[in-house]
């Protein structure tokens, strides 16, 4: 079959092609079909067009790397739609998680390094913190965020990502190693906390 009778052929035989024969081209054809639908449908929440880009691409590559043992109870409209929400969801818990953790960290530091109001104030080591995260991959942000924020272990973000644990470990060296080079001009009493934040 080629690509322009594949174009008109319906989600579910494509689906079926994708599940039973590992057809690439009738995958590209439902990415092509949905793709920009569930980027408009991303961008109208977060606001974010590389956000959403790299939310779409992760719903599909999941979508084909599980294709043997995926079951559907719906249409694929549907069941990609569920899925563009169920990350959103993630996408707005683990900002919130983060910036709960920030909040409680730095209450923490007030103890644990000598009088930190004197250097500088919580915003400013707030706002560092932030734009230094915003500087990770969407995938590296994300296993930093569930090793440093939510204590989950490398198989546990392995297992609940879909990743290797190797590629767990590279993405924690990586986001460290942004955190280390956005602090590494700043004061000497901020480089001590951002040392206590990293092995948390």
């Known amino acids: 079959m080629n690509d322009r009778e594949l174009s008109s ?8 092609r994708i599940c039973n024969d590992d057809d690439r081209k009738a995958f590209a054809v439902l990415y092509d079909r949905y793709w920009e639908m569930l980027i408009h449908t991303c961008y109208k929440r977060l606001k ?24 559907l109870n719906s249409s694929l409209e549907a069941y990609l739609k569920t899925a563009v929400k ?24 007030k103890i644990l390094v000598p009088a930190p109001d004197e250097v500088f104030q919580k915003k400013e080591l707030n706002a ?16 930093f965020l569930l090793s440093r924020y939510q204590h989950l272990s490398h198989k546990d973000i ?14 924690i060296t990586k986001a ?20 206590v934040l990293l092995v948390l």
């Open 128 to 143: 560092l913190i932030m734009a230094a995260t915003a500087q990770m991959p969407e995938k590296c942000k994300q296993v």
């Open 9 to 16: 052929v319906s989600d579910e035989l494509l689906l079926s």
């Open 86 to 109: 169920y990350k959103i969801y993630n996408h707005y818990r683990s900002q919130q998680v983060h910036q709960s953790y920030l909040d409680r960290e730095l209450n923490v530091q």
């Open 48 to 71: 974010c067009l590389a956000t959403s880009e790299e939310i779409v691409q992760e719903i599909f590559v999941d979508l084909f790397v599980r294709r043997n043992e995926l079951q």
């Open 158 to 171: 392995s297992d609940q990502l879909g990743i290797s644990v190797s590629t767990v470990k590279k993405h």
């Open 176 to 195: 460290t190693n942004i955190l280390k080079a956005n602090f590494k001009h700043h004061s000497p009493d901020l480089l001590i906390i951002l040392c």
